[in-house]
């Protein structure tokens, strides 16, 4: 039989690595907490018309990246490529009208066909923050802030965060024409993937990472040219807010974003480290969304954070694994049941117990504990066990200077001095 393999762009995390993602996690989730933003869960499979409705059919993702089949009952199901989606699906489908203004996060596996590369796979995790029935510009700052002070927090620095507006669909709709004849003159100049988006979703040419097309849409029409003094306005409070907020930005006008409900803010916080998948973060306002897929009218922003780049970008400080406290040596019928009962005990302490479960001769399990080197050590043979004893020291390589102390299990007062004297 061939050996078995993980899927093309998918990829196993170890448990060695898992301790920067955790660690990272534990970050994150002190951040929204503190934040009053709370979590929710949605299916990772949801219905395909869900995606093909609130992210539109002509962007990448719903044309091309989509993990799309048939169930055993004949339903198209697609693995979720994102969150939001799923969440305004969510929100109408419990009664959002009862709880028109909420603070939501959610994390976990998102599932796009892509070629994948350094900080690109086909499995990967977004952490995604939305802010719900929100319509001020400070709304929008808020948000900008709490992504860039989780990649702060995090101690990511050289993070450069790009902003531009889309305008409401209106400003939209008055620059559309223009560009499109623009495209139509130009088709011959652009890439073949942006010749190809002038009917389907001719803003993503903006967007294009082309080089030759990018150089030619310098001569573009700006879609900034054509917004209302209302969305100008709203703008300029956008910049004046950051700026009192000491957060740095650059504007980029071509900055439109993959998907097709965003309206007025969009940003990006990109890293210079990551190579070319320079993106840590992409979000913005999508205010017509919800009533799109069938809620109340009702305003709303949003952003999801990358986690295999956000991990990429993290320093290893926080792969730092948490030391054993206690390693337990044991060998013994008798041994090994109090050795057991002892880790069970101890655990209640917050302590971090080791049990060695090899059942391996003394020597090797001192071996072992010379390799993990935990902060003290018990160990339990039968002759103590027998006597309900176990003898703890603190772990040092020379044994000599360490005093060893007799337990008896049940005496939890010397436990807990013992504890008390050496750890807290
Ligand atoms: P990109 O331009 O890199 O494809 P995107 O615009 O498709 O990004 P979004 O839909 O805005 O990405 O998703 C938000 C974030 O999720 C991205 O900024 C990136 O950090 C991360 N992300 C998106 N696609 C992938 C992927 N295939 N693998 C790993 N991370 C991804
Ligand atoms: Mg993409």
């Known amino acids: 039989m061939n050996n078995l393999k993980n899927l093309r762009g998918t990829v196993d995390l170890l448990p060695d690595q898992l301790i920067k993602w955790q660690n990272v996690e534990k970050i994150i989730f002190e951040q929204l907490s503190r934040a009053s933003i709370k979590e929710i869960r949605t299916p990772i499979l949801e219905m395909t018309e869900l995606f093909i409705r609130g992210i539109g059919e002509g962007t990448d993702v ?176 956008l910049k004046q807010q950051l700026e009192m907020l000491e957060i740095p930005y650059i504007e980029n006008f071509n900055l439109v974003r993959g998907l097709d409900y965003y309206t007025h803010t969009a940003f990006e916080i990109t890293s210079g480290s990551l190579g070319s998948q320079a993106t840590v973060c992409g979000g913005g306002r999508y205010d017509n969304l919800i009533k799109q897929m069938g809620g109340p009218e009702t305003p709303a922003i949003g952003f999801a954070i990358g986690l295999e780049r956000l991990i990429l970008l993290a320093g290893n400080e926080h792969a730092i694994t948490k030391k054993t406290d206690i390693f337990i040596i044991n060998k013994g019928l008798h041994a090994e049941v109090l050795a057991i009962k002892l880790s069970r005990k101890l655990r209640n302490y917050n302590l971090l117990i080791e049990l060695d479960l090899t059942g391996g001769s003394f020597s090797k399990q001192f071996k072992k504990a010379n390799k993990i080197k935990p902060r003290s050590i018990i160990v339990v043979g039968d002759d103590e066990a027998v006597r309900n004893e176990f003898v703890i020291r603190l772990f040092d390589n020379d044994t000599s200077e360490n005093k060893e102390e007799i337990i008896s299990f049940d005496d939890d007062i010397k436990i807990k001095k013992w504890l008390r004297s050496n750890f807290f």
Request: proline share 4%.
């Open 62 to 237: 719903v044309s091309k990246e989509m993990y799309t089949f048939l169930d055993r009952g004949e339903r198209s199901c697609t693995l979720r490529p994102e969150g939001t989606a799923s969440v305004v699906r969510a929100l109408i489908q419990n009664g959002i009208s009862s709880n028109p203004f909420q603070k939501l996060w959610y994390m976990g596996p998102m599932f796009r066909y892509e070629r994948p590369q350094a900080g690109r796979q086909r499995q990967f995790h977004q952490l995604g923050v939305e802010f719900i029935g929100y319509e001020s510009v400070r709304s929008d700052v808020e948000i900008i802030s709490i992504a860039w002070d989780i990649l702060r927090k995090l101690g990511i620095n050289e993070l450069n965060l790009e902003i531009n507006t889309l305008g409401d669909p209106n400003d939209r709709l008055n620059f559309k024409k223009t560009f499109v004849d623009w495209l139509e003159i130009n088709k011959n100049s652009l890439d073949l993937d942006s010749q190809n988006r002038i009917n389907k979703n001719p803003l993503r040419v903006l967007d294009s990472k082309n080089a030759q097309t990018k150089k030619v849409l310098e001569n573009a029409p700006r879609l900034f040219d054509f917004m209302s003094e209302k969305s100008l306005e709203r703008f300029s409070t």
